[in-house]
């Protein structure tokens, strides 16, 4: 390996992180990642899927993408996630 680098963290990188969409935070764009929001989605989700307009599991795939949301983004506070590893190796030289 002759390189390993996060390029969606640097200084040349926007002040935006990555993970930003999925964050937590109550303004009108970010309100749907709240646990307000997410509840409110759920319990529509759940409704839908009462009234036979969402597909039977819908409910429970919205809880398994909400927990992957929370997750990506815990992960990526702590720095043992990056969407954008960069790697750079090498092939050995062939022996004779």
Not at 17 to 42: D, H, M, R, V
């Amino acid at each position: 390996v002759e390189e390993c680098t996060d390029l969606a963290d640097g200084p040349n990188r926007p002040h935006i992180k990555w993970y930003a969409p999925l964050e937590a935070k109550w303004s009108l764009s970010n309100f749907k990642a709240t646990k307000l929001g997410i509840w409110l989605t759920s319990v529509m989700v759940t409704v839908m899927e009462k009234v036979r307009l969402a597909p039977k599991g819908t409910a429970k795939m919205h809880e398994h993408l909400c927990t992957g949301a929370a997750t990506l983004v815990d992960s990526a506070k702590l720095g043992i996630f990056t969407p954008m590893l960069f790697v750079k190796a090498t092939k050995p030289a062939r022996r004779a």
